[in-house]
């Protein structure tokens, strides 16, 4: 008999939020390829109104879905036969687009007879940073993105334990909010960035929320009001970009500080052949955010890692890398499987910190 290729391609589908994308990954002995990726943003369907409009995306997904998921096969050459599984995003996210993608992914799965992996889409920005580099694990991430702020300890594909979270809003929503203060279009966090070029931030002291605090968690919201209420009196172009920066600075500074102390736990129980740090997730297109988290790795003698741009927005190569591991792994999942709103990767954790209870007594991300 021939040898069994350890090799997976993989369809991944992503839909949580208001990119609809599909991609292929191919999998060989650890080494991953990006065969096709295609990403449709429906950013222009939602600027109007400022921020996501969940029933807007579902329908966009829906009318999207058939023609992003061909365009990623022809791309990337290749038949439904050709592929050895099909990995969708599960949640979290807006439901009715997460639906979307989960039922496309098992009809995919179910008309060819291949298996379904639903994937967390932390799990898939977790995993993003492979992508483009060999980052082994363990390594400790900090997750950053529109809805989600989070330090994982990441032990492997499947075993993500949290540090720290957010007891309020996440670092980009923070971002988005303050930059609609300052009048910028949505999405606020890459307006707000080039606003503060040349800014001043010394000029706007803003609070420095859980200075000192034991733990890692993170908190926006004190930032995001006093920033609004100086917004407001703001009178010229200068003190804009002035209070930009300030912002910039001040989520920046928050992310590095609770950051350190994640290192400071994490290094420990991991010895310095494992101190290898990620930052992943929409947030992490920032560069001062990437250079102050940098800084602050070298200082801790950890690797500093960062996917490249295109891998730290929502993406579906992420999902299909999530998934060929997954499957690498023998783990897969029945037809069965539900979209989830609301997923924490680390569920223990989730269960024994109250103040991460979702729902309105508890953090949102
Ligand atoms: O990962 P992502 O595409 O979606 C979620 O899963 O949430 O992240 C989107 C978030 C938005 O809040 C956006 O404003 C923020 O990432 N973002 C940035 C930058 N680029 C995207 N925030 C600050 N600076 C940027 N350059
Ligand atoms: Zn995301």
Same mark, same amino acid.
């Given at each position: ?21 599909? !991609? ?22 939602? !600027? ?31 038949? #439904? ?8 995003? $599960? ?25 379904? @992996? ?18 082994? #694990?363990? %390594? ?45 279009? &949505? ?16 000029? %706007? ?11 890692? =968690? %993170? ?7 006093? $920033?609004?209420?100086? /917004? ?11 209070? /930009? $920066?300030?912002?910039?600075? !001040? ?7 609770? *950051? =350190?102390?994640?290192?400071?736990? &994490? ?5 310095? +052949? ?13 560069? *001062?955010?990437?250079? @102050?988290?940098?800084?602050? !790795?070298?200082?801790? +003698?950890?690797? %500093? ?5 295109? &891998? ?54």
């Amino acid at each position: 008999m021939p040898p069994q290729s350890s090799a997976l391609t993989v369809l991944g589908i992503e839909t949580s939020c208001d990119e609809t994308a599909a !991609a292929v990954v191919r999998l060989e002995d650890g080494r991953v390829t990006e065969v096709a990726s295609v990403i449709a943003s429906q950013i222009a369907d939602h !600027a109007p109104y400022g921020g996501v409009v969940p029933e807007i995306a579902a329908r966009a997904h829906v009318e999207l879905i058939d023609d992003i998921v061909a365009q990623a096969m022809a791309k990337a050459g290749l038949t #439904y036969d050709d592929l050895d599984g099909v990995a969708a995003t $599960a949640g979290p996210g807006l439901v009715g687009g997460v639906m979307v993608g989960l039922s496309f992914g098992k009809a995919v799965a179910l008309a060819r007879d291949l298996p379904l @992996v639903a994937v967390n889409h932390l799990e898939g920005h977790a995993v993003s940073a492979r992508l483009a580099a060999d980052i082994p #694990y363990p %390594f400790l991430l900090l997750l950053v993105s529109g809805g989600h702020c989070q330090l994982l300890e990441v032990a492997g594909i499947g075993a993500c334990r949290r540090l720290g979270s957010t007891i309020d809003d996440a670092a980009g929503e923070a971002f988005d909010k303050i930059a609609k203060s300052l009048g910028l279009p &949505y999405p606020g966090g890459p307006a707000l960035e080039k606003l503060a070029v040349g800014g001043d931030g010394a000029k %706007f002291p803003l609070p420095r929320a859980l200075l000192g605090r034991d733990g890692c =968690d %993170f908190s926006f919201s004190g930032l995001k009001t006093a $920033a609004a209420r100086m /917004a407001v009196k703001v009178t010229n172009e200068t003190e804009r970009r002035d209070l /930009a $920066a300030a912002v910039q600075d !001040a989520i920046a500074r928050q992310l590095m500080e609770r *950051t =350190d102390r994640a290192m400071a736990l &994490y290094a420990e129980t991991h010895g310095p +052949g494992e101190r290898r740090f990620v930052v992943a997730g929409g947030v992490a297109a920032n560069k *001062t955010v990437r250079a @102050v988290l940098e800084a602050a !790795a070298t200082k801790r +003698g950890f690797t %500093f890692d960062a996917p490249p741009l295109a &891998y730290c927005t929502d993406n579906a190569a992420m999902i299909a890398l999530a998934g060929a591991e997954r499957l690498a792994a023998g783990i897969s999942d029945d037809l069965g499987a539900v979209a989830r709103p609301r997923w924490p990767l680390d569920e223990a954790a989730a269960k024994a910190n109250p103040t991460h209870v979702p729902g309105r007594k508890g953090a949102k991300a």
